[in-house]
């Protein structure tokens, strides 16, 4: 998932010609079904990298009354909640 910078998938809802989306298939559902299954494939590779690199920066205490803000686990996932939507990638790549 190296190139979630430079992917053109849109950050925002977008609308998709029905005729075009379903081309490849013949089948809308089954065009949809596809996207959904690939949504979920995206969703699980960008999950693991996000924990993964957080796992870099944590910090473990015994003490739970104190609260730690760590400046580099907010920076990573700050830059992962402004990445395009996991069905909007699935979208793009079809």
């Known amino acids: 998932m190296a190139n979630l910078r430079n992917t053109n998938a849109s950050v925002s809802t977008t609308t998709i010609d029905k005729n075009e989306f379903d081309q490849k298939t013949e089948n809308i559902y089954e065009s949809i079904s596809v996207v959904a299954k690939r949504a979920i494939q995206i969703n699980s590779e960008i999950k693991k990298e996000l924990l993964e690199k957080l796992e870099e920066f944590a910090t473990y205490s015994d003490n739970l009354e104190e609260v730690f803000e760590n400046k ?23």
């Open 72 to 94: 580099e686990q907010i920076e990573v996932s700050k830059f992962y909640e402004k990445l395009p939507k996991p069905h909007a990638l699935a979208v793009e790549e079809w």
